[in-house]
Nanobody
Framework: EVQLQASGGGLVQAGGSLRLSCAAS????????IGWFRQAPGKEREGVSC????????YYADSVKGRFTISSDNAKNAVYLQMNSLKPEDTAVYYC????????????????????WGQGTLVTVSS
């Protein structure tokens, strides 16, 4: 059974930091790209970041470049999203998703063609 278990969300003040974790199981971790997309109330989903566990290539949305860093720990089958300099507009439910490495070619829409989605974790940034 495929599982993508997201954790690490919470309430933080603007300018603060959070680290999200995605624990993956049920598929060959090294063969997949894993990342995060988010959905804020009343807004479209946005592909935030993704990393290929095959070659380490990454994607970042323009809205988070320079503030967020994605990383992967193949020994733990986990992907992390370090979020710094958080802004109120980062408030959203963040979801973990996984797909074949080719999904990075889709840029901001990579999550739409991913194979698996996990449950979300809520990030709230207060001003």
């Amino acid at each position: 059974e495929v599982q993508l278990q997201a954790s690490g969300g919470g309430l933080v003040q603007a300018g603060g930091s959070l680290r999200l974790s995605c624990a993956a199981s049920g598929f060959t971790f090294d063969d997949y790209a894993i990342g995060w997309f988010r959905q804020a109330p009343g807004k479209e989903r946005e592909g935030v970041s993704c990393i290929s566990n095959k070659d380490g290539s990454t994607y970042y949305a323009d809205s988070v470049k320079g503030r967020f860093t994605i990383s992967s720990d193949n020994a733990k089958n986990a992907v992390y999203l370090q979020m710094n300099s958080l802004k109120p507009e980062d408030t959203a439910v963040y979801y973990c998703a996984a797909g074949r490495p080719g999904i990075l070619r889709y840029g901001s829409s990579w999550y739409r063609v991913s194979d698996y989605w996990g449950q979300g974790t809520l990030v709230t940034v207060s001003s």
